[in-house]
């Protein structure tokens, strides 16, 4: 009964945007061997998101929102369009994932997205 917004959930893919990181190799000693298998239970146990909104963008516009950022240290082009092709086809684990384009107005989409949780908190509320 309970509903949390969060901006980052797990995917189980190694070494993908929030998913589990230590590689093993061959020569891997016990120790980063044992970290691994930690690791994995920990990203097997945790629970799918009932729901997903899954925010897609194109190249260009996240190369232009990232140009528009007031930031120090802010990632260059190429590193954005490095993260973007390595993680723009990984999921979150969850039960239904709705992809949302998100290339609009801040504004249009807001509303937009607003319109959708609504409709997936009716459904939801409906199945009980």
């Known amino acids: 009964g309970a509903l949390a917004f ?3 959930w797990p995917t189980n893919k190694l070494g993908f945007m929030d998913g589990p990181r230590i590689a093993l ?3 891997s000693p016990f120790y980063l061997k044992t970290f691994r298998e930690v690791e994995a239970k920990i990203y097997n146990n945790f629970i799918k998101a009932d729901l997903c909104i899954f925010f897609v963008v194109s190249t260009d516009i996240a190369l232009l929102r990232n140009e528009k950022r007031i930031k120090q240290n802010k990632e260059t082009s190429d590193q954005i369009i490095n993260r973007y092709n390595k993680n723009s086809k990984v ?3 969850a039960k239904k994932i ?3 384009n998100n290339e609009e107005d801040i504004e249009i989409n807001k509303t ?3 319109k959708l949780i ?3 908190i009716s459904i939801a509320s409906l199945k009980k």
Request: net charge neutral; aromatic share 12%; charged share 45%.
């Open 98 to 100: 709705i992809n949302f």
């Open 91 to 93: 999921r979150p684990m």
């Open 118 to 120: 609504w409709e997936e």
């Open 112 to 114: 937009k997205l607003l």
């Open 6 to 8: 969060v901006d980052r």
């Open 25 to 27: 190799t061959k020569e």
